[in-house]
């Protein structure tokens, strides 16, 4: 099936960044390319660069967090371009907002990275999953991140809504691949864009009063951390080169789109940790015991 040519895609925070980079290369392709996002300036600038490019955009400022916002950029998607084929769930904010010691994160900064990083991907499925399979299938992209595939400590909520995405995407990918819809997670590790300035974004409804960083002599220390993380994003892969990962891993089809191979041996290390716990429970007496409780139950019988 054709991925790009002549079809239509909504891309999510795609007013700079990583979405605008993906908006940008699958344009290119020959898409039509649907960019929202909550910043009405940044949307003007970034359609502006694409229209002059000869892509076919629709830009329209809608909040990832609001299902409302979500069904109207579907309708108007699918009124403007005729049917809906793609989507990219990308936009997402981290920073100081989602990162801290836990004991510094308060519950409003949980519920903005939530809000946006989690529910913005499940309204963006639930909105455009009916265009995509009445178009007969495509494509999906939800933007997780290598904080996607293990824990990552002083990143509690920034973590929590990148694993749920990854595990969501594998559960979607199976619901979905009956109506010719492939679903893929994006991994990235660091990438060079403003996300360590999310909170230029963060609405007003969720405090930030109580901000203040604890210092310690910790290798984990968590403002080196924070300033860590903010390095390595500023010096992270260009956008668009991101952008040319992902249209050859739409190609070949990946559930998973990983841009950063230097993460590989962290991510076979966890699944090593977790084997050996898996190897200690199958050599455990009391397991053994459950087991046999389990296999003598009159449910399995
Ligand atoms: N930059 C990295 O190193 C990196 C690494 C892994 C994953 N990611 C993920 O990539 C995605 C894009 O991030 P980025 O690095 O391009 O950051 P960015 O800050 O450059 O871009 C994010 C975009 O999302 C928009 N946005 C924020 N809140 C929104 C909301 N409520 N509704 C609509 N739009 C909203 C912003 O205005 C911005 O245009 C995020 O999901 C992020 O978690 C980034």
Same mark, same amino acid.
């Given at each position: ?48 660069? &694409?229209?002059?490019? #000869? @892509?076919? %955009?629709? +830009? ?5 967090? *609001?299902? $409302? ?106 619901? &979905?691949?009956?109506? #010719? @819809?492939? %679903?893929? +997670? ?5 990438? *060079?864009? $403003? ?107």
């Amino acid at each position: 099936m054709e991925l790009f040519s002549g079809k239509t895609v909504v891309v999510s925070g795609g007013a700079e960044g990583i979405g605008f980079a993906i908006a940008q290369a699958v344009g290119r392709e020959g898409m039509n390319v649907v960019i929202t996002d909550i910043s009405p300036e940044m949307l003007k600038t970034a359609e502006t660069t &694409l229209s002059e490019q #000869g @892509i076919n %955009v629709l +830009a329209i400022k809608a909040d990832a967090r *609001k299902e $409302r916002d979500w069904n109207q950029v579907a309708n108007a998607a699918a009124e403007t371009f005729g049917a809906i084929h793609a989507l990219v769930n990308n936009a997402g904010v981290g920073g100081s907002g989602s990162t801290g010691p836990i004991e510094e994160h308060s519950a409003d900064d949980w519920q903005w990275t939530i809000d946006v990083n989690l529910m913005g991907v499940v309204f963006g499925m639930k909105s455009i999953v009916p265009h995509i399979k009445t178009a007969g299938g495509g494509w999906i992209i939800n933007v997780a991140s290598m904080a996607g595939m293990s824990g990552v400590p002083y990143a509690g909520a920034y973590n929590a809504t990148k694993l749920a995405v990854a595990g969501l995407s594998e559960g979607w990918s199976m619901e &979905l691949a009956p109506f #010719g @819809i492939h %679903v893929a +997670a994006l991994c990235p590790g660091f990438v *060079k864009t $403003r996300i360590y300035l999310s909170d230029r974004v963060r609405p007003s409804e969720y405090d930030d009063s109580h901000r203040s960083l604890v210092t310690s002599d910790n290798d984990l220390d968590p403002e080196k951390m924070a300033t860590g993380l903010s390095n390595e994003v500023k010096n992270g892969i260009d956008p668009h080169l991101l952008a040319e990962r992902v249209i050859e891993s739409l190609r070949a089809g990946d559930p998973y789109i990983f841009t950063h191979p230097s993460f590989r041996d962290g991510v076979r290390e966890r699944y090593a940790m977790i084997d050996r716990c898996f190897e200690n429970a199958a050599n455990s007496p009391v397991v053994g015991k459950v087991d046999s409780l389990i296999l003598n139950s009159d449910v399995f019988s």
